[in-house]
């Protein structure tokens, strides 16, 4: 891949529409000025003082933002919100930066919150989040599922983000992952791309991302480097799908049915945050692959797209046509290897 390439994707992209479904989170930086710290007259414990905050949508949300970044001409959102002043803040940040959130449905449940104190030097302090720990209503699910299949053939991609852990907090339940299978199933000309931290091979039939570590303990191996090749094919015989690998510094494996190779990442000197490097990986992947790109330069895009939000410190960066065109100079010479 080459710089010529990158911009050609980047030029493609206003005529592409896609839909996001799944975990929806805020992301609140609230800063703290120590020198400002009272002690309560009531307990005597300090109360910590706060200057300003910031919110930006996040999970899912931050997919949308990275998507909605690139260029995309339409970004949908799917999924469910409180009815609460978080949830009014995560679909105002959605709506300011061109995302529809008419099938993003407020419900009596916390909107999925990741509080992160700062102080003065930007040093993120103990984090505090908010959500509801119960499945969410089978009411809700189907209403989203009914508003999929009445939508789907309008979207060139389908992006699921399954955020958390365990299957009974989120969005992508047994039950509507093996909808989205269904759906999958029916429209083969649309990209199902799923980025799931804790069962990457659940998702059968459709395009996967995760990290090496994710993938090596949804595969029942060590996730250990040096298996990354084996790692990388066990993922490819349980999705059946192209497969992407997230290896940090390292950068990021395409897996197929016919070679797995390594794209690797790029040099970023100085301070980094990689708060969102996932789904700005994933907003790089999904743009190459709507516009035809082979796995090996998605991957490559996505190193690209990735390289610049990291270096946006506390803050939950997206990356520009503008930003990706200057950085996309780093392409020249790189050559994906296989593994």
């Known amino acids: 891949m080459d710089r010529q390439a990158a911009i050609s994707i980047l030029n493609k992209l206003p005529g592409y529409k896609v839909a996001v479904v799944g975990d929806y989170c805020l992301d609140k930086y609230v800063h703290v000025d120590p020198a400002l710290e009272e002690i309560s007259r009531e307990t005597g414990r300090a109360a910590h ?48 930066i061109g995302c529809g959130c008419e099938n993003l449905l407020a419900t009596s449940r916390l909107t999925n919150t990741y509080m992160k104190p700062l102080d003065t030097d930007m040093r993120e302090l103990d984090r505090m989040d908010f959500r509801t720990r119960a499945p969410v209503g089978l009411e809700i699910q189907n209403n989203l599922l009914d508003r ?39 429209y083969p000309d649309i990209i199902f791309y799923a980025d799931s931290r804790a069962r990457p091979t659940d998702f059968a039939g459709m395009t996967v991302k995760c990290n090496h570590i994710e993938a090596a303990l949804s595969a029942g191996l060590e996730p250990d480097e040096r298996n990354l090749a084996e790692i ?108």
């Open 148 to 186: 999929l299949e009445a939508g789907a053939r309008e979207y060139n991609a389908l992006v699921i983000v399954d955020q958390f852990d365990t299957t009974d907090e989120g969005l992508i339940s047994g039950y509507f992952l093996e909808k989205l299978g269904q759906l999958a199933k029916r």
């Open 49 to 96: 003082q706060v200057t300003h905050i910031r919110t930006f949508p996040g999970a899912a949300g931050t997919v949308c933002a990275n998507l909605a970044s690139l260029g995309f001409g339409v970004v949908h959102c799917y999924g469910a919100a409180g009815d609460d002043g978080d949830g009014y803040e995560l679909r105002r940040g959605l709506s300011a």
């Open 232 to 339: 990388a094919r066990k993922l490819l015989e349980k999705t059946k799908k192209p497969a992407y690998i997230t290896c940090g510094e390292k950068g990021i494996i395409s897996v197929t049915e016919k070679k797995a190779m390594l794209s690797p990442a790029f040099r970023v000197d100085g301070p980094i945050d990689i708060v969102g490097a996932g789904d700005a990986a994933s907003g790089g992947i999904v743009a190459a692959l709507c516009t035809g790109a082979l796995p090996e330069e998605a991957a490559f895009f996505a190193n690209l797209v990735s390289s610049i939000t990291i270096r946006k410190i506390g803050v939950t960066g997206t990356a520009s046509p503008d930003e990706i065109t200057r950085g996309a100079a780093m392409l020249e010479g790189l050559t994906a290897v296989n593994i």
